[in-house]
């Protein structure tokens, strides 16, 4: 009789949880938005929330190349790419290149350590072109719809995507000659 208790338990809990991972995932992507925005669009205006509280909208970054870096604190690969990010740290604060690492909303639903300690941890100090902060559900669903574990984009000054990827630490190699162009 106890065991039969203890497995209707565990079906149970584990039926909650697949109904807990379902709904992350439909909120993620929800209805209205199709493949994401590419290469030519304009950024959207969402937002994302500093460590200390502080909402910036992207707008806000006109004016400068930006380079901004949705990540999983959880993700091995998202730690390499914020490692390899802070290595050229002085090569984009020499370039005015504005550095958003953002952990996406509820960090795609599992527990990963703050943004903040994961940028630290993997990147070190960074110079004050960089920011970490934590993705609003309306920006990575715009920025994220197929639920990487990693999205990057180069946003040019005047708010056009000018290079989109996935997986930085394997395709940091197709962004640096871009960069490298960039006046």
Sequence with gaps: MVGMRFRIIIIILMAVALIAAAS????????????GITVG?????????LPNGTIIYLDQLRGHYVLLY??????DACALGVSMLGHDAAAYAARGIYVVI????????YQGMPITS????????????????????????????????????????????????????????ELLPIIAKLK
Aim: hydrophobic fraction near 35%; aromatic fraction near 14%.
């Design 41 to 49: 669009d304009q950024a959207p205006n969402d937002w994302f929330t």
């Design 102 to 109: 953002l952990e996406q909303y509820n960090d795609l639903g």
């Design 118 to 173: 994961f940028v630290q941890s993997f990147a070190g100090k960074l110079p004050g072109n960089f920011m970490e902060g934590n993705a609003s559900l309306q920006l990575t669903k715009t920025f994220n719809p197929t639920l990487q574990l990693d999205v990057y984009y180069l946003v040019s000054p005047n708010g056009t995507i000018i290079y989109r990827g996935f997986n930085l630490p394997n395709t940091y190699g």
């Design 24 to 35: 992350i995932v439909l909120t993620l992507h929800g209805s209205g938005h199709g493949v």
């Design 70 to 75: 949705l990540v999983t604190t959880w993700c």
